[in-house]
């Protein structure tokens, strides 16, 4: 599998740098089960999902990851 037209947001930080003013597309990599999913950002908050949930700015996996998941943008 590739990501060739993804970009990596360095850390994990949700908003870091970036204003969403709409939602937003994202891809986040869980570091201990290596799931991969898309997401979306509205705002600075991820949008309800059984999967991932945040806390402050950092989006974590429920495999029950004490390391937030990476964060890859689309654009």
Known sequence: MTLSSVREKRGSVVGEGINYSQSEEVIAFCPQCKALQTVWLVGNNLMPT?????QRDYIYHNCGARQPCRLYFTR
């Open 50 to 54: 059984t999967k991932f949930s945040q």
